[in-house]
């Protein structure tokens, strides 16, 4: 006769928070909370631990009360927000947030669209839709430094790298989104596809710059 096994449903048990942003001058505070809270009831999110602060979404997620929402959720747990913009003001903050919890194992909701982030493929795309993003961030950046080095070099101001630097890396400028799909799981072969680069350039680009994925990261559907 097999050994009776006992229960460990406690153990297992995730639990769940929802974290609320709310701007100083936003009317519909009551509205999103409401649609927050028929989300879990309707998913059987219960109990939920709800944290609300107001502030500007100009503050990084990782100065802001969401930071330790996440350092208290563990592998299994579930947070929930009712939109993607109150994570971060951008898609590299809201990318930034993402590969932390997916590192750590905990899924992600957006309630009002309706998004999860959980490790699945739905979360592999949307990483590459938040990538994409990110990317032409990052163009209107390069465009207004490109502009900024003009006018200062009009004005007599010496540009240049100082003697001794580094010479730049191709992927320099990226370092943050390969550092945020290495989070996510990827495998070297996907995230040279989405940088658009071969896998071994993206490979000495790692080596060279000491960039290291995060443990124990569960990703579906990785090659």
Same mark, same amino acid.
């Given at each position: *006769? ?15 928070? +929802?974290?609320?942003?709310? &701007? ?22 219960? !109990? ?7 502030? &500007? ?24 927000? !009712?939109? @993607? ?12 947030? *993402? ?15 309706? @998004? ?9 795309? *949307? ?8 990317? @032409? ?11 900024? #080095? ?12 100082? !003697?001794?630097? +580094? ?18 799981? #990827? ?15 993206? &490979?000495?680009? @790692? ?5 290291? !994925? ?10």
């Amino acid at each position: *006769m097999k050994p009776k096994k006992t229960p460990t449903a406690a153990a297992a048990a995730s639990r769940y928070f +929802a974290y609320l942003r709310v &701007s100083t001058d936003d009317q519909n505070a009551a509205n999103q909370k409401l649609g927050l809270l028929e989300y879990a009831n309707a998913h059987g999110f219960a !109990p939920l631990k709800i944290v609300e602060e107001t502030g &500007s979404r100009a503050k990084s997620w990782r100065k802001r009360a969401l930071a330790d929402v996440l350092a208290e959720a563990q592998r299994g747990d579930v947070i929930l927000s !009712p939109e @993607i913009s109150r994570l971060g003001e951008s898609a590299l903050q809201v990318l930034d947030f *993402m590969a932390e919890a997916v590192a750590k194992g905990v899924a992600v909701h957006i309630t009002k669209q309706k @998004i999860v982030l959980d490790g699945s493929l739905q979360a592999e795309i *949307m990483a590459t839709v938040l990538g994409l993003a990110a990317r @032409i961030e990052r163009e209107f950046i390069r465009a207004r430094t490109t502009e900024a #080095l003009r006018v200062a070099k009009a004005n007599g101001k010496r540009l240049g790298r100082p !003697p001794g630097q +580094a010479a730049a890396l191709k992927l320099d400028e990226r370092a943050d989104e390969v550092a945020a799909y290495l989070a996510l799981g #990827l495998s070297l072969t996907k995230a040279a596809a989405r940088l658009e680069v071969s896998k071994a350039t993206l &490979s000495r680009f @790692i080596k060279r710059r000491k960039i290291k !994925p995060a443990k124990h990261v569960e990703v579906k559907g990785n090659g």
